[in-house]
């Protein structure tokens, strides 16, 4: 079992930063693709990005793509997602997850974290 506890989010301005933390219990970084997501009000949950520690690659939206990076502390087992140059049109639930398999698909992805909201104000 895994499990992800997400932390970090709140309200900040347009073009201001934060920065997401998901903190993991078990050998996830070594067993598991981990990434982040998003869910805006009205809208299906989407990918952010995606992380295959082992082999060394990452995935991002378009959407945020420059902007936001993906990084771990192992010897925190803590995931973060560092988000710069925030719009309005980041407004969302921000969820962690993980999986054995992988790819941007939803369906793909096990486990999740309960979402953490954050708000861009224009």
């Known amino acids: 079992q895994v499990q992800l506890v997400e932390s970090g989010g709140g309200l900040v301005q347009a073009g201001g930063s934060l920065r997401l933390s998901c903190a993991a219990s078990?050998?996830?970084?070594?067993?598991?693709?981990m990434g982040w997501f998003r869910q805006a009000p009205g809208k299906e949950r989407e990918f952010v990005a995606i992380?295959?520690?082992?082999?060394?690659?990452?995935t991002y939206a378009d959407s945020v793509k420059g902007r936001f990076t993906i990084s771990r502390d192992n010897a925190k087992n803590t995931m973060y997602l560092q988000m710069n140059s925030l719009k309005p049109e980041d407004t969302a639930v921000y969820y962690c997850?993980?999986?054995?398999?992988?790819?941007?698909?939803?369906?793909?992805?096990?486990?999740w974290g309960q979402g953490t909201q954050v708000t861009v104000s224009s």
């Open positions: 997850a993980a999986t054995g398999l992988w790819g941007t698909n939803v369906a793909l992805w096990d486990y």
């Open positions: 078990g050998r996830t970084f070594s067993s598991y693709r």
């Open positions: 992380k295959n520690w082992s082999a060394r690659i990452t």
